[in-house]
């Protein structure tokens, strides 16, 4: 058993349902394309029949990958969580000191991040920093573009 792969039940059954569809759809449509190219005669000097056996074989290890994800992960339970101070599936407004912005962030696991919908990974240095503050704290986050300072407005 590896190192466990904290989710949400929502970032679980992503998951779940791209491993059925790896399973169930891709593996059969490699086959075939093999079993194809196997029918074209000569495998020393067929393109497609290495092609496609490298195609299975890539899709095999993300197979594998996503099985061992899949088995060492542990859901979160959200109703046990304190938002007293930051922590993973907190939802967080800051307001970045330096253009008084103010920005809505959730931290979900490294798997779960979408920055287009919000969704930021804990791993990320915006998400590193910002575990276990509270409400007023001001911290520095280090960016590709220098050091910016940022304030905790609401955590929910």
């Known amino acids: 058993m590896g190192k466990p792969t904290y989710l949400t039940k929502e970032g ?3 998951m779940k349902a791209e491993l059925d569809h790896l399973i169930s759809v891709e593996r ?14 000569d495998l020393s000097e067929n393109a497609e029949y290495d092609a496609a056996k490298d195609a299975q074989g890539m899709l095999e290890l ?4 996503l099985q061992a994800l899949v088995r060492d992960s542990r859901v979160i339970d959200e109703s046990k969580l304190d938002n007293s101070k ?7 407004t800051i307001k970045n000191l330096k253009n008084n ?3 809505r962030y959730t931290l979900v696991p490294d798997q779960e991040s979408d920055l287009k919908s919000g969704k930021i990974s804990v791993d990320s240095p915006i998400g590193k920093s910002l575990l276990g503050c509270e409400v007023g704290d001001k911290v520095d986050v280090e960016a590709p573009v220098g050091v910016i300072p940022f304030e905790i407005v609401k955590i929910s």
């Not at 059969?28 to 005669?41: H, L």
């Not at 993300?62 to 990958?65: N, P, R």
């Not at 930051?86 to 967080?92: A, H, K, Y």
């Open 86 to 92: 930051i922590r993973i599936l907190s939802t967080v």
């Open 101 to 103: 912005k103010e920005m």
């Open 28 to 41: 059969p449509k490699i086959s075939q394309q093999i079993a194809e190219a196997r029918e074209k005669g």
């Open 12 to 14: 679980l059954a992503k």
């Open 62 to 65: 993300k197979i594998s990958q």
